[in-house]
Nanobody, 128 residues
Framework: QVQLVESGGGLVQAGDSLRLSCAAA????????MGWFRQAPGKEREFVAA??????????YYADSMKVRFTISRDNAKTTVNLLMNSLKPEDTAVYFC???????????????????WGQGTQVTVSS
């Protein structure tokens, strides 16, 4: 069982930046593919970004609408996956979820159904 804990959400103004973090209790992310999703009220869960690794190579993938403003990364200790969000807009308001699944191949995943483990989510609210 992998327990994921997100942090870093909050209330910001349009144009601000925010960094979300995802940590797994007691383990590293060396053999996991990770993803960030978000869900706004009344909407389905939406893919944001994904990251995976194979040896020293890192693979990232973004939803088209976020690839310019958002950056997904992992810290050197492989214990935290971050999502840096720049130039935030009111439409970015949502609960952001971190997700993980076992992966040895370096593949990344963009469908919520591909992931096994989920965090509880962290609220991001962007005011206009």
């Amino acid at each position: 069982q992998v327990q994921l804990v997100e942090s870093g959400g909050g209330l910001v103004q349009a144009g601000d930046s925010l960094r979300l973090s995802c940590a797994a209790a007691g383990r590293t992310f060396s053999n996991y593919a990770m993803g960030w999703f978000r869900q706004a009220p009344g909407k389905e869960r939406e893919f944001v970004a994904a990251i995976s690794w194979s040896g020293d190579t890192t693979y990232t993938y973004y939803a088209d609408s976020m690839k310019v403003r958002f950056t997904i990364s992992r810290d050197n200790a492989k214990t935290t996956v971050n999502l840096l969000m720049n130039s935030l807009k009111p439409e970015d308001t949502a609960v952001y979820f971190c997700a993980a699944r076992w992966s040895l191949s370096g593949n990344y995943y963009i469908r919520a159904t591909d992931y096994v483990y989920w965090g509880q989510g962290t609220q991001v609210t962007v005011s206009s």
